[in-house]
């Protein structure tokens, strides 16, 4: 773990590093570059090509959608149907309804929400079968009524998806389900194969390569946001209990490579102590080679001067998640404009977010936070303006639609509207 405290001589220069851009590496973006161009220009057999390589499975036609259900036990049913629940009733609040009023001349004007026909969403395989996932993304797009959710999703060596994350995609209204990960699923989702038809948007986290691949798909179809590696930022006070602070960060370091943990506090002794309890608490836990390399690094505790600059290196870092463990949250809080998800107080775990709380818990990461917000369900809809005049409300505006017309030299812009009324 990387230690900066405020009164270290170099310490403006070393703390820069948290003020960040979005921007890809340059290896990673030509990779991702001819995965995208093979798969666009050889379909199916780039796409299985590229999956053999990378993830060890040999697909084929017939065997790269999954076509079998799975069964799980009651008690990991019951925390989908849960977690379901408050995420589509969350969902549900948040859906934008069509409406229409009159303008200042008299027409009709509004707009109209209509739910994508078809979209992808990419679910991350990797270390861990990510059920929650699931439930975050297919179950928004289920509630805005897309009827075409296509998934597509890492399967093991064996051509097997992991059963509690197949029985959550089933539950949550997945209609499509295929064995393919990486940039090259991004890219067969947005260009479409003999096997995946394409879609109209993209959605979902993945690595660095899955989020430079929807980086570069963007124009063919339409992305949600770019949702990478898991990060967390606390901005804690002396008032923080240390051992709490401390499972927080651990709880987001163990997503592993490329994972970030920052810790942001005005109180010496608090830091020493958050820092005793990490190395204390990691010891204890099971996915040790992800930890590690996560606190060797992508961990850096910093001393601030005061909590106002800690908020400011906040946004500044534009973290996906954000805790604010001090005495009055909330004011933080109301400072802070790039964060992906704000955690308020002592009893806010972010696990809490990443498998139940309501909102979605895919997040902009890499800084992204400064230009995207977090996946809602108003994203799978599509809005279409509606505009509808009448004979009065047309004599109202001819006019300025004449006089906008010679302005910018558009005579047939400015006949189209008086030909009406001749």
């Not at 027409?107 to 679910?123: L, Q």
């Not at 709490?244 to 163990?254: G, K, M, N, S, T």
């Not at 080679?289 to 505790?301: G, K, P, T, Y």
């Not at 400011?312 to 909330?330: C, G, M, Q």
Request: net charge neutral; aromatic share 6%.
């Amino acid at each position: 773990m990387r230690i900066l405290q405020y009164q270290d001589k170099n310490f403006a220069k070393e703390v820069a590093v948290l003020r960040r851009h979005a921007a890809p590496s340059p290896a990673v973006e030509e990779t991702v570059r001819q995965i995208v161009a093979a798969v666009r220009q050889h379909g199916d057999q780039a796409l299985f090509d590229f999956t053999q390589k990378y993830d060890g499975l040999k697909l084929t036609a017939q065997s790269v959608r999954e076509s079998r259900e799975a069964s799980v036990d009651r008690e990991t049913a019951k925390a989908v149907k849960t977690a379901h629940a408050n995420v589509r009733a969350f969902a549900k609040q948040s859906l934008r309804k069509s409406w229409s009023s009159r303008n200042a001349q008299g027409a009709m004007v509004g707009e109209r929400f209509d739910p994508f026909k078809r979209v992808g969403i990419y679910v991350p395989g990797g270390t861990a079968p990510l059920v929650s996932t699931a439930i975050m993304t297919v179950t928004l797009a289920a509630a805005a009524g897309v009827p075409e959710i296509v998934v597509s999703t890492p399967a093991d060596k064996q051509g097997r998806i992991n059963d509690a994350l197949l029985y959550a995609l089933r539950f949550a209204g997945a209609t499509e389900i295929y064995k393919a990960g990486g940039a090259q699923a991004i890219a067969a989702l947005a260009y479409g194969t003999k096997s995946i038809a394409a879609v109209q948007k993209i959605f979902g986290p993945g690595n660095a390569y899955v989020v430079e691949a929807k980086r570069q798909v963007f124009g063919a179809v339409a992305i949600d946001l770019l949702p990478g590696p898991s990060e967390i930022l606390i901005i804690a006070d002396d008032s923080a209990n240390p051992a709490w602070i401390a499972a927080d960060l651990l709880a987001q370091a163990e997503h592993g490579k490329g994972s970030q943990m920052i810790f942001l506090t005005d109180s010496t002794d608090q830091l020493r102590a958050v820092e005793a309890e990490v190395r204390k608490q990691c010891a204890l836990l099971s996915r040790q080679q992800h930890l590690e390399e996560v606190l060797e690094n992508h961990s850096i505790l910093v001393l601030v001067e005061n909590l106002m600059e800690a908020v400011a290196l906040a946004n500044d870092y534009a973290a996906e998640h954000v805790s604010i463990v001090t005495k009055k949250p909330a004011k933080l809080a109301a400072d802070l404009q790039t964060s992906g998800a704000i955690f308020l107080g002592p009893y806010s775990p972010v696990a809490a977010g990443d498998f139940l709380a309501g909102p979605s818990h895919t997040l902009p990461t890499g800084g992204a936070g400064k230009s995207f917000s977090g996946l809602t369900v108003d994203m799978f809809q599509r809005r279409t303006s509606i505009v509808e005049f009448d004979e009065k409300s047309l004599r109202a505006s001819v006019g300025i639609i004449s006089t906008f017309g010679k302005l910018e030299g558009l005579d047939a812009h400015s006949r189209s509207g008086m030909i009406r009324l001749e």
